[in-house]
T-cell receptor, first 113, second 113 residues
Framework: DAKTTQPTSMDCAEGRAANLPCNHS???????VYWYRQIHSQGPQYIIH???NNETNEMASLIITEDRKSSTLILPHATLRDTAVYYC??????????????FGKGTKLSVIP | DADVTQTPRNRITKTGKRIMLECSQT?????MYWYRQDPGLGLQLIYY???????NKGEISDGYSVSRQAQAKFSLSLESAIPNQTALYFC????????????FGEGSRLTVL
């Protein structure tokens, strides 16, 4: 599976957009990009995923570059409750439908009042 | 009530003791997982199960065993706990083959003295 590289930490002012980058330069054509977040020591929470096209849901937007070697998670109006560790994960759906999610260290996002 | 429930939430035990962490889910999902998280690190997959008759080792299965008692129940055992198994343990579920969307429990914090 492709590995991902994320900055260790980032700060964002409350109310501003938070843009979290992720590099996955070895991603293959059948691998998806998933984003999760973990608030304090709670269980990780799914945010969004995509393959090629940009995606948006009620939580965030995901921008994937045309070559798919990097992506950006956008929280449009960050709040203090968005302070968390954000994980970018590459997922392959195998022919048998089996897969494993590999969680790296993620990016610690701190939203500042 | 939580969709994925873990018990106990906190446990302190001594080296050599047998420990069982239990997970139950009300989501009706076939797939269940156990992850371990050490401080400041991402999650590592211990075991996963795609149905009641299917058990698979993850990245770090040594020293652990699991039992899938029913579709809704998946327990993790430490036959003889050791201090380096002190960690936060998460159970997760997913509902279908081609998805990387996992639903996590709130975690079980285990301390082995």
């Amino acid at each position: 599976d492709a590995k991902t590289t994320q900055p260790t930490s980032m700060d964002c002012a409350e109310g501003r957009a938070a843009n979290l980058p992720c590099n996955h330069s070895t991603i293959s054509g059948n691998e998806y990009v998933y984003w999760y977040r973990q608030i304090h020591s709670q269980g990780p929470q799914y945010i969004i995923h995509g393959l090629k096209n940009n995606e948006t849901n009620e939580m965030a937007s995901l921008i994937i570059t045309e070559d798919r070697k990097s992506s950006t998670l956008i929280l449009p109006h960050a709040t203090l409750r968005d302070t968390a560790v954000y994980y970018c994960i590459v997922v392959k759906y195998s022919g048998a439908g089996s897969y494993q999610l590999t969680f790296g260290k993620g990016t610690k996002l701190s939203v500042i009042p | 009530d939580a969709d994925v429930t873990q018990t106990p939430r906190n446990r302190i035990t001594k080296t050599g003791k047998r420990i069982m962490l239990e997970c139950s889910q009300t989501k009706g999902h076939d797939r269940m997982y156990w992850y371990r998280q050490d401080p400041g690190l991402g999650l590592q997959l211990i075991y996963y199960s795609f149905d009641v008759k299917d058990i698979n080792k993850g990245e770090i299965s040594d020293g652990y065993s699991v039992s899938r008692q029913a579709q809704a129940k998946f327990s993790l055992s430490l036959e003889s706990a050791i201090p380096n198994q002190t960690a936060l343990y998460f159970c997760a579920t997913s509902g279908s083959a081609n998805t990387g969307e996992l639903f996590f429990g709130e975690g079980s914090r285990l301390t082995v003295l």
